[in-house]
């Protein structure tokens, strides 16, 4: 881990560990879709179970729900250079992003 994601326990921060989560999520439901276009996480819940010291630090997401437009996931956060200990568990919803700007004027 790079000095940038530490906290002053050593541990990569709180806010990091989310962003991984919400970016696997994410990602898993796009690709899911066989979609090209990008999806968003609009809304995450995290349960933090240790600390992640050691790294590198992995995330693996399973898909729990999935349509053309939006999906569910559900994200394992891991400290693999810690006996691969959990170390949160991210449950995330995302959502399909439109693609190009709007021509009516909308946003």
């Given at each position: ?42 809304d ?54 439109q ?9």
């Open positions: 881990m790079t000095e940038y994601v530490v906290n002053t326990l050593g541990a990569m921060q709180g806010g990091a560990v989310a962003t991984l989560g919400a970016q696997s999520a994410s990602s898993a439901v796009q690709a899911s879709t066989g979609s090209n276009e990008l999806f968003e996480c609009m995450l819940v995290i349960t933090y179970l240790s600390l992640g010291k050691v790294g590198p630090i992995r995330a693996s997401a399973v898909v729990t729900q999935v349509s053309s437009d939006w999906g569910t996931a559900r994200v394992e956060i891991r400290d693999s250079g810690s006996e691969n200990r959990l170390m949160a568990i991210v449950a995330a919803t995302a959502v399909r992003v693609s190009s700007p709007s021509t009516d004027g909308s946003l």
